[in-house]
């Protein structure tokens, strides 16, 4: 069974960064792309960020470019998301969602985790 | 930059009527289009791929339909379960979602 578990979520101050997990289990997760989609509570879905199966592709949406970083650690099975200069338009449910494909682009979402609240509040 | 528009915001839909979905690409996406259900309090669950191929355990009441830049979504008997938020997805490039519809009980 295939399961998406984040961490790392929670009240932060503008300005301030946060690292956001994800475990992963139930696939090879090195075969995978992997991806963060948020939703602000009540609210659509928006993807932030992609990465490729070798990490070799990286996306962000406009609004996180130079702000967030997507890495993955294959030998782990995990997925970060690392968030600086947080505002309150990050703040929102962060989901943890696996690629049917290996590069990121071109390819539909099949798993999502139960996501992980960050709220960036002073 | 390619925008992915919904219609109706909103669909209220009596139990056991058809309900009809749209999504609208600003560009050609080819039939690179998936579409979600999401409950409240659930994550999303992927309904449809490749902008009519059911994902595996979804019910065929539930067909997709379109190519290019129109793409629609069909429910043919809507059931109590089927009430939720639908999101269309293009993947062309990254992922892009539409900001979803509705689906309300009339």
């Known amino acids: 069974e295939v399961q998406l578990v984040e961490s790392g979520g929670g009240l932060v101050q503008p300005g301030r960064s946060l690292r956001l997990s994800c475990a992963a289990s139930g696939f090879n997760f090195d075969d995978y792309a992997m991806h963060w989609v948020r939703q602000v509570p009540g609210k659509g879905l928006e993807w932030v960020s992609g990465?490729?199966?070798?990490?070799?592709?990286?996306g962000y949406v406009d609004s996180v470019k130079g702000r967030f970083s997507i890495s993955r650690d294959n030998a782990k099975k995990s997925l970060f998301l690392q968030m600086n200069s947080l505002g309150a338009e990050d703040t929102a449910l962060y989901y943890c969602v696996k690629d049917v494909g290996m590069l990121g682009r071109s390819a539909y979402l099949d798993y999502w985790g139960q996501g992980t609240l960050v709220t960036v509040s002073s | 930059e390619i925008v992915m528009t919904q219609s109706p915001a909103t669909l209220s839909v009596s139990p056991g009527e058809r309900a009809t979905l749209s999504c609208r690409a600003s560009?050609?996406?080819?039939?690179?289009l998936a579409w979600y259900q999401q409950k409240p309090g659930q994550a999303p669950r992927l309904l449809i791929y490749d902008a009519s191929t059911r994902a595996t355990g979804v019910p065929v009441r539930f067909s997709g339909s379109g190519s290019g830049t129109e793409f629609t979504l069909t429910i043919s008997s809507l059931q109590s379960e089927d009430f939720a938020v639908y999101y269309c997805?293009?993947?062309?490039?990254?992922?892009?979602f539409g900001q979803g519809t509705k689906v309300e009980i009339k």
């Open positions: 997805q293009q993947y062309n490039n990254w992922p892009l």
């Open positions: 990465i490729s199966w070798n990490s070799g592709s990286k």
């Open positions: 560009q050609s996406v080819s039939s690179n």
